[in-house]
């Protein structure tokens, strides 16, 4: 803090605006300071900090040269109970013989930490590093020798080429630029990641042919590939998605698009429907289609319609309680209540979260289970404070 001079809030001649924060305190090294709930203003020469309002009054404020700071770092703290915040570390030369009276005539410490309520903003930081990485303030007095010693100079328009290099990094101006150029390398690198996207999309028909062929292989060589191996490969092939998948532009009717579409849905998810206990729910099978289709999106109404015509393996259907789900045509109510019974037996009772946990479904599909079951008299509720449970109807197995 013995690098802080007190001096009126006023910008000098050859010194610009940069950026400032609120609510920031001030650290001598690492010791808490009564320099708090200040606002700091960033120049391309100092570092201010004030009571709110002060400096917009030019009043006499704490100040620090840019040119005491030898470097930044940072360090991150707990914010509150809730997430992080970065604090930042100005290391700092000796105070020079000829500095203002300030807070402090001495300290021991070598550095000063500023820091927010919630951290300093991402903007502030990234413009304090910006100005120290510019050094207008040496940059300035260089130009100011250049002028004085080059102007009387025969070879004028050296020193002019000179200085015009100088001032194109100085300022704000010189910020602005770097900032642009910064841009603009990102624009670049943007458009050659997407030249290599567009060289994996026309290799990705490639890579399905060869997903079918492992597939294909995994059929063949069951007995000599582990469970774990196969839950491994086909989630593998599942994320390469369809190779040529159904779209309108290849139809002239509705009734054939649709039609197409259906048989499509039809062949991506009957393994999953089957592995999931023979049905699925239209959010999971918008989300697994849509998936597999890559690029080449369903929006929800065509999903719908293409499920309504389905007349294959799997089917449509309309739950009293609106639930719509895909459910494989073997799939009958009196096999899944009878399927739901075991499993509420075994465990005495259950709930839905419990049977959606041990079947992996969505609780949706859990509970549509249980209400076909008590539907067809296989199980009865019991509602209570603790919740919707279920148990064996025994009345309908007494003799």
């Known amino acids: 803090m013995n690098r802080f001079a007190y001096v009126e809030a006023r910008l000098h001649s050859n010194e610009s605006f940069v950026s400032r924060d ?3 305190k001030i650290y001598d090294g690492d010791q808490k300071t009564d320099f708090e709930e200040g606002e700091v203003v960033l120049t391309t020469h100092r570092l201010f900090w004030g009571r709110p309002g002060e400096i917009a009054r030019a009043a006499v404020a704490l100040c620090l040269p840019l040119s005491y700071v030898i470097s930044l770092s940072e360090e991150t703290t707990a914010s509150n109970f809730f997430g992080r915040k970065t604090r930042i570390i100005m290391h700092l030369r000796p105070p020079a013989p000829d500095k203002g009276p300030g807070p402090l005539d001495s300290s021991q410490a070598t550095h000063i930490k500023l820091s927010g309520k919630n951290g300093l903003s991402v903007e502030f930081h990234s413009a304090l590093r910006e100005t120290l990485s510019a050094r207008v303030w040496e940059i ?3 130009s100011e020798t ?3 010693d080059e102007t009387s100079s025969p070879n004028n328009n050296t020193a002019n080429d000179r200085l015009a290099r100088i001032q194109k990094r100085t300022g ?10 910064k841009a603009k390398a990102t624009d670049e690198n ?5 030249q290599d996207l567009s060289v994996l999309m026309a290799m990705a028909k490639d890579m399905v042919g060869i997903s079918k062929t492992i597939s294909g292989k995994i059929r063949e060589q069951k007995g000599e590939i582990s469970d774990d191996e196969t839950v491994r490969f086909k989630s593998y092939l599942m994320s390469l998605g369809i190779d040529d998948p159904v779209t309108r532009d290849n139809f002239t009717s509705n009734t054939a698009y649709f039609s197409s579409l259906a048989q499509q849905i039809c062949e991506v998810l009957l393994d999953p429907i089957e592995e999931l206990g023979g049905m699925m729910s239209l959010a999971d099978v918008y989300c697994r289609v849509n998936r597999a289709r890559g690029l080449e999106l369903l929006s929800p109404e065509d999903l719908l319609h293409a499920c309504e015509q389905l007349d294959g393996p799997i089917r449509l259907r309309s739950f009293p309680s609106g639930a719509r789900v895909l459910q494989l045509e073997s799939q ?5 209540a009878v399927d739901t019974l075991e499993k509420v037996q075994a465990a005495d009772s259950m709930a839905v979260e419990e049977l959606a946990k041990q079947l992996g479904i969505s609780l949706l599909l859990a509970k549509e ?6 539907r067809l008299g296989k199980v009865c509720r019991d509602e209570s404070v603790e919740g919707l449970r279920f148990y064996p109807n025994m009345l309908l197995q007494r003799e």
Not at 190 to 194: H, K, V
Not at 332 to 336: Q, R, V, Y
């Open 140 to 142: 300035c007095l260089t």
């Open 22 to 24: 609120n609510k920031v």
């Open 172 to 181: 704000i101006g010189g910020i602005e630029r770097h900032l642009e150029a």
């Open 190 to 194: 943007i458009a050659l990641a997407f």
């Open 332 to 336: 009958d109510d009196a096999l899944i």
């Open 146 to 148: 250049i002028i004085k």
């Open 369 to 374: 289970r249980l209400l076909v079951a008590e």
